[in-house]
């Protein structure tokens, strides 16, 4: 009797173990384990593909198959009329962008981006400080709503209508390079799984403040993270009164150009490709400078949208300061404006 | 009974799973797919947006691209948006010509939004953002240096960015106090202090070098200046200690100088610090020679 009790228990759960990897195997959320080649593709041209969702396949795993990422969903939802298909539906997948400029009838997309500077685990000292706990709930709130944490290498590729602007994007940036940005931005910045680019300026690296070559080393190896020019001496890169003439303002801008750049050839291995102006500022001749010396992009710290005819060279970037609420932040993060 | 029992469960507990997995075909995939399409191309359509028309009716000729009737309509569509994105480019143009930014911009863009590969919408959009952007930076640059109302401790730090991106290092160092910010004051005394080393270092003088390097160091200057730092020291000391040894014979006070010249510079010259130690111990017997 007690033998049978067991035996009775041992199928019961067995059963039940069988049902939940059934119900998890026609779940549907995307579960990754999706190849193009499970997929029922009924018609293809260089446009579109459609595909009839088999079961256990959602628009997420078309997302990732056919666009490289689950994030990718809303280029899909875009072209679709039916918002949520389900399994023996067809679903249209674009395979090239539909609207790579992200113009739309009245509005247009943007990528916001963000400029950071110090971080404390205690009380801001001083406005550009930010308190780990307000950056954690800022990455928080980011991740929760949806938002993709984008690289300036994804910008260039949209200010270049290679890819379109995501419904939901936002760009992380920390300027100069001080220690706290290891200490107690990286390991949130890990927790949230949000990439980041760093701009540092070459003579404060290995100062008691700023972070040492050994970490932004570390820093750069990780995906997550870009390490990026913020001039050699962090001296503003617009013409100052004291250039006594055009040349020389120019001789100035080279010897920042390229103090920096050899300095990241000598410690990171590479030149960098974007640049963030000291004070955010710039002037047409630096702008000009960069564009020959192969940079690809270069960021302001002025407010304002980046569509994907902006600038390159005049990226917009939004100030976060200490006492920026979430709601504040909420308004930053805006990345759709209409004309 | 028992048996029977737990089969019958079973049974249930498998049909339900399968039962919830099955899939519902919603719709009749083909002719759902169809349907919703061409309504929303109405739809996008009647809102005034035949862009997005055109986007719903290409995904239907993927599927079907012998239908002569998606074939027409999209035909028909590429020509309607072609037609509107030419007007809206040229409204665009001469809104630029007539010196208005703002209405010539919004063409621009509602071409593009036709059009998103419109090179030339794009090309002239771009231009005009970019004019704007650089015009602001010039206001914002040209005001940063103008404004009278900007508080003291901000102009005195930009003021000194400026002397340090002049090489005059030492004006800063004198003028360093003025910044309240201890972290800021200590970054320019800092920057300071290494063009002095820079600039002593082109002019040969290399006890000069020490001492900046020496202070830059303690304000926090990074592993490169402590290298540079430890290999001037080195150099200088080995120098002394030459020097030092050269005198053994026959300038012992001058010796002693020259060797503790070498241990000061750099406190691990071992050889210079025996040195030391014999020439203090030669001149200690010297003395009380002279004094007998």
Redesign the interface.
Known sequence: MTV??QS?RT??GL??L??VS??S??AGTGSGTVTRADLNV????E????V?L???QSPEDLARVFLGSPAELWQIA?????SR????????VPLR??????????Y?RSIPILCYHQFTWDEAA?RLELRARDFEAQLRYLRDEGYQFLAFEDVAAMVR?QRPIPEKAVVLTIDDGYGSVYDVAWPLLQKYNARATLFIYT????????M??EQLRELDASPLIEVESHGK????L?????DSDAEAYKL?LVNEISGSEAAFMARLGRAPRFLSYP??????VI?DLLRDSGYDLAA?V?R?PN?S???PF?LHRTMIYADHSLSDLKKFVRTSWR? | MAILTTSRWSSLILLAALGGCATTPSGGGETAFREAQRAAAARAEEAGDPAQALRYWRSLQTLAPQDPDIATKVAQLETQVERQARARLATGVKRFSEGDTARGNRAMLSALALQPDSDEALKLLRESVSNAAHEQQEEKVASEYEREEEPEEQQVAQELEILLSEGRYQTVLERAESVDDENERNLLVLRAHTGLADAARRKGRREAELGHLTSAISLGGGEELTRRRKALARELSDEAYRDGLARMQSDLPEAIQSLERAVNYDPDNLAAKEKLDQAMVIKKNLDRIRAN
């Open positions: 049978n009790r009775q199928t019961v059963l039940l069988l049902v059934l119900l195997a026609c009924v018609a293809e041209d446009q579109y593909a459609i009839r088999g079961p256990g875009e072209v679709n009329a039916t298909p389900a399994a023996g539906d067809l679903v249209a962008p539909t609207n790579a400029t992200s113009v739309y009838a009245g247009y001083h209508q003579d404060f690296i290995g100062a008691g403040a700023a040492t070559w001496s962090h001296a503003s617009a013409r100052l009164p004291e100035r004070y955010g500022n710039s002037s047409r702008a302001t002025t304002g569509g005819f902006v600038d005049l004309y």
